[in-house]
């Protein structure tokens, strides 16, 4: 019993001791807290928000909860300025509130945080890098303000091919008149471009200046002559003779040329001036038909073209009455030469003889000796080879070969008429 009564006695001891240090402990706390309240004296502190500013006597703490005690509302991103903010003097807080900036890019859209600052100052933040010929909405040096929305137009490439060369411009948007300025690139009053001046610039764009210039030029031209045709029945069917023969005139034609890129495209004419006019020939065609031999048989008419002494008479039988000799003889019969060896004009009546028998000028009559043709008055104007044959007296000039040929080498009788 002794044992237990000395456990009770000690175990009551022992929670007395221990609420005894228990509140030993809590009174030390709350002395020491007392004591650390009553060292930390207010400050003055001046919160300042955009032109609205107030001023507090806080116990230095959390410039927050100094700024909440104040009265300001903070968003998760705005921020303080604590420069001239000391814990323990107090000072001022200014606070920096957060602006949203929207930034279209070409059209891909951003969103960056900044304060007191300019665009230009986000962008360098940010690493958005501008060329001198990027487009954007405001002057980088413009403050930024909750809610900006600035737009980047990026300049893009456009060639231009002219005067034999590529230039390149780098436009954000604009028309090709503007690319062609942008390029230093003048247009003459008649040059053409392609695509046409007022068409919009949307991304990478060709365009072609095509330099057109206009000359003019003359250059001198023959006129061709006329020709007037006559027609003979004095002349045999198919002969021709250029009575007045025919001579060029001349002109000048003038020209006005258009040129683009110096290779000529187009020439007109646009005037002409006779310089000197055409003389027209006259020519003139025979329409007599072409003599057949048969057409001379047994009709007593003479194929000799040759018009007859008017002392020239002849008896019943188609015989000259009056001649200086009667020749029994062979006569063959030749076409087509130029001329004859006394310059008479070749025809039927001019005949080829042996100038040694007969003298050139010796007039003939001649008939066949069958009768059945009659060559007529006839002189000695030509000779030819028949002479070194010796197989003929005369030749005689017919119209063509057909007659030649059916004449052949024939009985004839002449009748040398002097």
Known sequence: ?????????????????????????????????????ASQEAVEVTVVDGEKSVSIS??????????????????????????EYDSEEGGTITIERAKVVRVEDNGLISYFVGYGETIGDVFKKEGIELTGDDEIGVNTASDIYDGMQV????????????????????????????????????????????????????GFTEIKVSRVTYETSEETQKIDFSTEVIYSDEMKLGDTEIVTPGVKGEKVVYYNEKYVDGELEEKTVSGEEITKKPVNEIKKIGTKPENTLAAYRNTGAPISELDAPKDLELDENGIPVNYTKRVEAKATAYTGDPATSTGRKPMPGHI???????????????????????????????????????????????????????????????????
């Open 352 to 418: 080829a003889v042996d100038p040694e028998e007969y003298p050139y000028g010796t007039e003939f009559y001649i008939v066949s000796a069958d009768g059945s043709y009659v060559y007529g008055y006839c002189v000695a104007a030509d000779t030819g080879g028949f002479v070194e044959m010796g197989n003929t007296d005369v030749d005689l000039y017919l119209d063509n070969e057909d007659m030649c040929y059916n004449w052949g080498n024939r009985d004839i009788i002449i009748y040398v008429l002097n």
């Open 151 to 202: 737009f980047i137009k990026r300049a893009f490439t456009v060639n231009i091919e002219a005067d034999g060369e590529i230039h390149k411009a780098y436009i954000a948007e604009g028309t090709v008149a503007d690319a062609l300025e942008k390029a230093g690139i003048e247009l003459g009053s008649d040059d053409t471009v392609y695509p046409e001046l007022s068409a919009e610039l949307a």
């Open 1 to 37: 019993m002794i044992t237990n009564s000395a456990s009770v006695n000690i175990g009551v001891h022992s929670r007395r001791f221990k609420i005894l240090s228990a509140v030993v402990a809590f009174l030390f706390v709350c002395s020491v807290t007392l004591t650390a309240f």
């Open 58 to 83: 806080a116990v230095p703490g959390s410039p927050r909860d100094i700024v909440k005690k104040a009265g300001f509302t903070l968003s998760a991103n705005d921020d303080l300025d604590l420069s």
